[in-house]
């Protein structure tokens, strides 16, 4: 089974439309979640941590399951900027070895 | 700013030949670690280090050598290349910042192995 797996789209949305990723993780032993964003041709770049508690980041939100194993990134009022790949990737402090999911792409269309 | 830089960012290969994709970073992390991305298996980790003079086989290790002589270099070889190996190579560094661990990649190599 993957250390992280997600859904790897694509999803294309109307500009303005809210749209969710999730992402799912095996090891229970996971300590840090992050999401990722990677436009094409380049490499990806953090685009936010993921806290027990969730977080807001302007029109980002991200949220943390650690009973059902899941993050989840929510992006409202999509722009056309928002057009990228987005992985999630979960780390367990063991050996600095981060996991990273596959990728899910986002189109956001005019 | 640099973060970490990684050389070339475009190489073709012939099958057999051998090569070194270098990356070096400024920020004095101990992690660094080699990744390679194809499509629709995400980023795969190839070799990591937790320190100079400590390596260790990631997920996909065969092929490729790595060492780590000092905090700042971690040059990824490739000692016999295949085309099973055109991929995209990404290097990283990480540290531990608030308390939580951050990893950051280099631009990417794009390696085509004819």
């Known amino acids: 089974r993957k250390e992280v797996e997600q859904d790897p789209g694509p999803f294309n949305v109307p500009e303005g439309a809210t749209v969710a990723f999730n992402c799912t993780y095996s090891?229970?032993?996971?300590?840090?979640f992050f999401w990722y964003r990677q436009d094409c041709r380049k490499e990806p770049k953090l685009l936010m941590s993921v806290y027990s508690s969730g977080n807001e980041d302007g029109r980002f939100t991200a949220q943390l399951n650690r009973a059902s194993q899941y993050i989840s990134l929510l992006i409202r009022d999509s722009k056309l900027s928002d057009s990228a790949t987005y992985l999630c990737?979960?780390?367990?402090?063991?050996?600095?070895?981060?996991?990273f999911g596959t990728g899910t792409s986002l189109t956001v269309i005019p | 700013n640099a973060g970490v830089t990684q050389t070339p960012k475009f190489q073709v290969l012939k099958t057999g030949q051998s090569m070194t994709l270098q990356c070096a970073q400024d920020?004095?992390?101990?992690?660094m670690s080699w990744y390679r991305q194809d499509p629709g298996m995400g980023l795969r980790l190839i070799h990591y280090?937790?320190?100079?003079?400590?390596?260790d086989q990631g997920e996909v290790p065969n092929g490729y050598n790595v060492s780590r002589s000092t905090t700042e270099d971690f040059p990824l070889r490739l000692l016999s290349a295949a085309p099973s190996q055109t991929s995209v190579y990404f290097c990283?560094?990480?540290?531990?910042?608030?308390?939580?661990?951050?990893?950051?990649f280099g631009e990417g190599s794009w390696l085509t192995v004819v």
């Open positions: 920020m004095n992390h101990e992690y």
């Open positions: 090891n229970s032993a996971s300590q840090s």
């Open positions: 990283a560094s990480s540290s531990w910042t608030g308390g939580r661990n951050t990893i950051y």
């Open positions: 990737a979960v780390n367990r402090n063991t050996g600095n070895q981060f996991y």
């Open positions: 280090s937790v320190g100079a003079g400590i390596t």
